[in-house]
């Protein structure tokens, strides 16, 4: 075996009913506590309502920042800083799906920092010290892994540039996962979200920095994941269904902390920055059957042992012919939950495949792929991909 290190400081609190624990787990961190989330709507029942309630009843002084958007822009997250700061927070809450757990780990950076957020991203010179925050999460979706990562993502528009912050101060101190709060969130949602629960796992299996470890969470992971994921597009209220898309999430989340993405998430990234519009799982499902085809000569043991969860037919074939097939095993998972998209549907126009070449590679992850993609490789797949 290769040796490895694997971390990871988050105190996970998962299973049904477990939101009531909201309370203890802010009181642990902090007195004073900044609720992140999106603005609220019917289709939450009440839940923001109730979490202010509950830390109320604790009397733990709460301000609520609504202002979350998918794609959380740079100003987002100063306005929430300066909500913190005024207010004196000492503890930041992000309730809700990727984006609003990225908002509140940025917003524990900035509050407490000079500068923004964006004056932190992981290749700054200047990095997040212990003035940080802690954060508290609490997810709503199975997607992001963002409740057990060291990674808050933000978009800067006015650069049309999507980066991260990454810092080991960034992992959430305690993180509930509770299914029951993921019974209304809808098909598409479930989809584009749940796909980024499968990308994570796959990437962090292929790459060539994983280890034993995070081989074994993100196998089970994907078998969870190929099951579930279907099952809870066709029926949101299927709470057994929740249930294991929330673990594969938490699984998948602890898979990429240590180990990482490869070139899915950085040409999605790339996606995400220059067209907001597109959800981040929306804009790995268009690429992925491209860089399969790309990619599956390079780990063919990898890609075969993937094939063979997606379809069980390929028990009999041989290591390389299962590698080439899992491509098409993929591919089919991805019509089966409806992200079977090109990328002239999500309205990426065919002259601009230049400038997103370009900006697919600015983010590392392709350098963890197994096959390093050169600027014609990713071109190409745009090509195909659109």
Same mark, same amino acid.
């Given at each position: 075996?290769?040796?490895?290190?694997?971390?990871?400081?988050?105190?996970?609190?998962?299973?049904?009913?477990?939101?009531?624990?909201?309370?203890?787990?802010?009181?642990?961190? &902090?007195?004073?506590?900044?609720?992140?989330?999106?603005?609220?709507?019917?289709? *939450?029942?009440?839940? *923001? +309502?109730?979490?202010?309630?509950?830390?109320? !009843?604790?009397?733990?002084?709460?301000?609520?920042?609504?202002?979350?958007?998918?794609?959380?822009?740079?100003?987002?997250?100063?306005?929430?800083?300066?909500?913190?700061?005024?207010?004196?927070?000492?503890?930041?809450?992000?309730? %809700?799906?990727?984006?609003?757990?990225?908002?509140?780990?940025?917003?524990?950076?900035?509050?407490?920092?000079?500068?923004?957020?964006?004056?932190?991203?992981?290749?700054?010179?200047?990095?997040?010290?212990?003035?940080?925050?802690?954060?508290?999460?609490?997810?709503?979706?199975? &997607?992001?892994?963002?409740?057990?990562?060291?990674?808050?993502?933000?978009?800067?528009?006015?650069?049309?540039?999507?980066?991260?912050?990454?810092?080991?101060?960034?992992?959430?101190?305690?993180?509930?996962?509770?299914?029951?709060?993921?019974?209304?969130?809808? #098909?598409?949602?479930?989809?584009?979200?749940? *796909?980024?629960?499968?990308?994570?796992?796959?990437?962090? *299996?292929?790459?060539? %920095?994983?280890?034993? /470890?995070?081989?074994?969470?993100?196998?089970? @992971?994907?078998?969870?994941?190929?099951?579930?994921? #279907?099952?809870?597009?066709?029926?949101?209220?299927?709470? !057994?269904?929740?249930?294991?898309? @929330?673990?594969?999430?938490?699984? @998948?989340?602890?898979?990429?902390?240590?180990?990482?993405?490869?070139? #899915?998430?950085?040409?999605?990234?790339?996606? +995400?920055?220059?067209?907001?519009?597109?959800?981040?799982?929306?804009?790995?499902?268009?690429?992925?059957?491209?860089?399969?085809?790309?990619?599956?000569?390079?780990?063919? @043991?990898?890609?075969?042992?993937? &094939?063979?969860?997606?379809?069980?037919?390929?028990?009999?074939?041989? &290591?390389?012919?299962?590698?080439?097939?899992?491509?098409?095993?993929?591919?089919?998972?991805?019509?089966?939950? %409806?992200?079977?998209?090109?990328?002239?549907?999500?309205?990426?126009?065919?002259?601009?495949?230049?400038?997103?070449?370009?900006?697919?590679?600015?983010?590392?992850? /392709?350098?963890?792929? #197994?096959?390093?993609?050169?600027?014609?490789?990713?071109?190409?797949?745009?090509? !195909?991909?659109?």
């Amino acid at each position: 075996m290769k040796p490895f290190s694997y971390h990871q400081p988050t105190e996970i609190r998962f299973g049904r009913g477990r939101l009531k624990e909201v309370p203890s787990a802010v009181a642990r961190w &902090g007195g004073r506590c900044l609720l992140v989330t999106v603005p609220d709507a019917p289709e *939450f029942g009440g839940l *923001f +309502g109730k979490v202010k309630g509950l830390l109320a !009843e604790a009397k733990i002084p709460t301000a609520h920042f609504s202002g979350v958007i998918p794609n959380p822009t740079t100003a987002v997250v100063t306005a929430g800083a300066r909500m913190a700061r005024d207010f004196q927070a000492d503890v930041v809450l992000g309730l %809700g799906g990727g984006s609003s757990m990225d908002t509140a780990k940025a917003i524990a950076v900035e509050a407490t920092h000079p500068g923004t957020a964006w004056d932190y991203l992981f290749f700054r010179e200047n990095q997040p010290t212990g003035k940080t925050l802690p954060v508290v999460a609490v997810t709503t979706t199975s &997607g992001t892994g963002s409740h057990v990562t060291q990674v808050a993502v933000v978009t800067n528009p006015a650069e049309k540039n999507k980066s991260a912050l990454y810092h080991p101060l960034l992992y959430p101190r305690t993180s509930i996962v509770d299914p029951d709060l993921m019974l209304t969130v809808p #098909p598409n949602v479930t989809a584009a979200t749940g *796909f980024d629960v499968f990308a994570h796992a796959f990437e962090s *299996f292929i790459n060539p %920095g994983g280890s034993p /470890y995070t081989d074994l969470m993100a196998l089970e @992971a994907l078998t969870i994941v190929s099951k579930a994921l #279907p099952a809870a597009v066709k029926n949101g209220r299927d709470l !057994e269904a929740r249930e294991r898309m @929330a673990w594969a999430d938490t699984l @998948a989340g602890l898979c990429i902390s240590n180990s990482g993405v490869t070139l #899915p998430h950085g040409i999605g990234m790339a996606i +995400g920055g220059l067209y907001p519009h597109i959800s981040h799982g929306e804009a790995l499902a268009v690429i992925y059957p491209a860089i399969l085809r790309y990619s599956y000569r390079a780990a063919p @043991a990898k890609f075969a042992a993937v &094939g063979r969860i997606m379809d069980r037919k390929l028990a009999a074939e041989t &290591g390389r012919k299962a590698a080439e097939i899992s491509c098409a095993a993929i591919e089919r998972f991805i019509r089966k939950i %409806g992200l079977d998209r090109k990328l002239r549907e999500l309205h990426v126009p065919e002259e601009e495949l230049a400038a997103l070449a370009l900006q697919s590679l600015v983010l590392p992850d /392709y350098r963890n792929h #197994p096959k390093i993609a050169t600027l014609e490789d990713v071109s190409r797949i745009l090509g !195909e991909s659109h």
